[in-house]
């Protein structure tokens, strides 16, 4: 399924920071830890070509707070359940892959509207 954000992607030549199929959706999302507010700064090229959903969050990087600040924000962002959203890899590092199980259709329509906050 092609990314909702196709506007963005092909003004820039880049891919979207998600994929959808019928299980749900995988994000690849940057975050930027002790921020003054948890928000989405937008969607920026990493150095090996892909794209990533920028994301400065609130909590500092300490035992897992910010991981757990990100996934309580994206699922009251998406309106799905905490439980949905699981962090396939990137724990301790700042390029996160995040994986939330659902509807794929109905995620990629609320993930794009992420992007044009």
């Not at 979207?16 to 749900?24: E, K, R």
């Not at 003054?36 to 897992?64: K, N």
Request: charged residues 20%; hydrophobic residues 45%; contains cysteine.
């Amino acid at each position: 399924m092609r990314c909702a954000c196709a506007c963005w992607a092909a003004a820039t030549g880049a891919d979207c920071p998600w994929s959808v199929d019928a299980d749900g959706a995988t994000l690849a999302v940057r975050i930027t830890p002790r921020a003054s507010r948890t928000e989405v700064v937008g969607v920026q090229p990493q150095a090996d070509g892909r794209v990533a959903l920028a994301i400065r969050v609130a909590s500092p990087p300490v035992d897992g707070a910010a991981n757990e600040a990100l996934i309580a924000w994206l699922a009251k962002q998406l309106g799905v359940p905490r439980s949905t959203i699981s962090l396939k890899s990137g724990a301790t590092g700042r390029l996160k892959i995040v994986r939330i199980a659902g509807g794929g259709a109905a995620l990629s329509g609320k993930l794009a509207s992420l992007t044009e906050r």
